[in-house]
């Protein structure tokens, strides 16, 4: 089964709010985790990644933090804007391969 | 920077063919892997190659099967085609070392009828 899962499956907010999206790994033993976001007929793209030896980093209107302790991490995307609005999957690196979450809806609301 | 291309982007075939994919990575990238995406399975990993080697193998059945050409390019293929075959497959590209930065294409929309 899938290593890595997202607490929700859909989420809707309103336009210029922060939202959150949240993700639990089981892997206590996984030292990379990279975010994606996938819009409709697309596929995946990067956003932002961190390491296990860090728990917070900073992209352009996204910060992702990681919880070792809890094998938790979130991507907090900041102002959202109707662009954002798209799939986000979490995933973890292990062995050149990832494994992702289901994937959490993100709606914005005008 | 050309970002990764898949052909066809779309393809219908039926139970019982075989079909094959093809993945063009980003220029410089070694590194190419496969993922089947479906509404109820999501993301999966199917292989990844490097340097024309398969380094790692998800866990789908033989029929699936991928190769990497001195180029970089990718194909897969999967033979005996089911109907449970029909999903979305994403094609990865990253520089293989110890970058873990992958980027996708855009698919190839397989549908078995």
């Known amino acids: 089964g899938e290593s890595v899962g997202l607490h929700l499956p859909t989420l809707s907010v309103q336009e210029g709010d922060n939202s959150i999206i949240n993700c639990a790994y089981s892997n206590s033993a996984s030292d990379y985790f990279i975010w994606y976001k996938q819009e409709s007929g697309k596929g995946p793209q990067f956003i932002i990644d961190?390491?296990?030896?860090?728990d917070k980093r900073q992209g352009q209107r996204v910060t992702v933090l990681l919880n070792k302790t809890v094998k938790h991490l979130s991507l907090q995307i900041a102002a959202t804007q109707p662009g954002d609005s798209a799939v986000y999957f979490c995933?973890?690196?292990?062995?050149?391969?990832?494994?992702f979450g289901a994937g959490t809806t993100v709606t914005v609301r005008a | 920077k050309a970002g990764v291309t898949q052909t066809p982007r779309y393809l219908i075939k039926t139970r019982g063919q075989q079909v094959t994919l093809s993945c063009s990575p980003i220029?410089?990238?070694?590194?190419v892997s496969w993922y089947q995406q479906t509404p109820g399975q999501g993301l999966q990993f199917l292989f990844e190659y490097f340097s024309e080697t398969q380094r790692n193998k998800g866990n789908f059945p033989g029929r699936f099967s991928g190769r990497q050409f001195s180029n970089s390019r990718s194909e897969m293929n999967v033979s005996t085609l089911e109907l449970g075959d029909s999903a979305l497959y994403l094609c990865?590209?990253?520089?293989?070392?110890?970058?873990?930065?992958?980027?996708f294409g855009p698919g190839t929309r397989l549908t078995v009828t």
């Open positions: 990865a590209s990253s520089t293989g070392g110890t970058a873990y930065e992958q980027y």
């Open positions: 220029s410089g990238h070694r590194s």
């Open positions: 995933a973890e690196v292990n062995d050149y391969k990832l494994s």
């Open positions: 961190i390491r296990s030896n860090m």
